[in-house]
């Protein structure tokens, strides 16, 4: 037995990391973007910050802008 997996539209990648990280930027730099004071927010902000340095994982850029988007 197995699992079927169906792949909906939303979720395909379209563009590169930066295009696709476009609009979680803005919403952030208009203010639009709450977050929740935890523990692991040094670690996520120390992705988004300095985002497009390629010296810098981001894997989480992709993770904040997919759900964004």
Request: avoid cysteine; charged fraction near 20%; proline fraction near 9%.
């Amino acid at each position: 037995g197995g699992y079927t997996v169906h792949e909906y539209p939303q979720t395909k990648q379209q563009g590169g990391k930066a295009t696709r990280a476009t609009p979680v930027s803005v919403a952030a730099s208009e203010g639009r973007i709450g977050y929740a004071r935890a523990p692991w927010n040094d670690w996520l902000f120390g992705q988004l910050e300095p985002f497009p340095n390629p010296r810098i994982h981001d894997d989480a850029v992709d993770a904040f802008s997919a759900a964004w988007n």
